[in-house]
């Protein structure tokens, strides 16, 4: 069975600082790993995805992940946080096929303060 | 959001009531989802269709209705048999490839009243 996990509900950052948004999965065979944010009373938004190739990812807001295939994990990097970067983040996973469905993570709340 | 969107924003239902919620696409997508959340929660799955004229429960049907008569349209109805319907609801569509990235919908707010 699939699964993804953000062991933390909160991530508490100063503005400047790097930021690090934790996920771990589980899936059989080869997975596809995304990564959302989500706004107060609005849809989720894509921020990046993993499907094969360079294990670091980059995405949009100068946001980027890395692969770990051993560690079975794809955590969620910003080398500097901006008030703006505060909102709740997703970490999805969906196994190789087309019949598998997509899991999403219960979400990780980035909180930057100025 | 993309090309995805939905209607209304704000939704408030009496008790016993069915409402439907609309859910449009213009992406040319196969695959289209209905999810729930809750404040402070992430998603749950509803329904999801990979094609029109089909479609699968997920994690919580029950209470919930759904049709894909059109590629583009995927609504959902909350019947009254749905005890406790309050949540932020969100449309979401791919093509169906497992690759592909799933596009969401800007999402309705259902009140309970």
């Known amino acids: 069975a699939q699964s993804v996990a953000q062991p933390e509900d909160q991530v508490n950052v100063a503005e400047g600082n790097p930021l690090t948004v934790k996920c771990t999965y589980s899936?059989?065979?080869?997975?596809?790993l995304f990564w959302y944010v989500q706004y107060p009373n609005r849809g989720l938004q894509f921020l990046l995805k993993y499907i094969t190739g360079d294990n670091l990812v980059k995405g949009s807001y100068g946001f980027e992940a890395e692969f770990n295939k051993s560690q079975t994990s794809f955590h969620l990097k910003k080398p500097s946080a901006l008030v703006s970067d505060s909102a709740l983040y997703f970490c999805?996973?969906?196994?190789?096929?087309?019949?598998?469905?997509?899991?999403f993570g219960s979400g990780t709340r980035l909180s930057i303060r100025p | 959001d993309g090309g995805i969107t939905q209607s209304p924003k704000y939704l408030f239902r009496k008790e016993g009531q069915n409402v439907t919620l609309s859910c449009e696409q213009n992406?040319?997508?196969?695959?289209m989802y209905w999810y729930r959340q809750d404040p402070g929660q992430g998603l749950r799955l509803i329904y999801y269709?990979?094609?029109?004229?089909?479609?699968q429960k997920g994690d919580i049907a029950e209470g919930y209705s759904v049709s894909r008569e059109k590629k583009e349209s995927f609504p959902l109805t909350v019947t009254s048999a749905q005890k406790n319907p309050t949540a932020f609801y969100l449309c979401?569509?791919?093509?169906?490839?497992?690759?592909?990235?799933?596009?969401f919908g800007p999402g309705t707010r259902l009140t309970v009243l």
């Open positions: 979401a569509s791919n093509s169906g490839r497992a690759a592909d990235t799933q596009y």
């Open positions: 899936v059989s065979g080869n997975p596809y």
């Open positions: 992406l040319n997508h196969d695959a």
């Open positions: 999805a996973v969906r196994a190789g096929s087309s019949a598998s469905k997509i899991i």
């Open positions: 269709s990979q094609i029109v004229n089909d479609f």
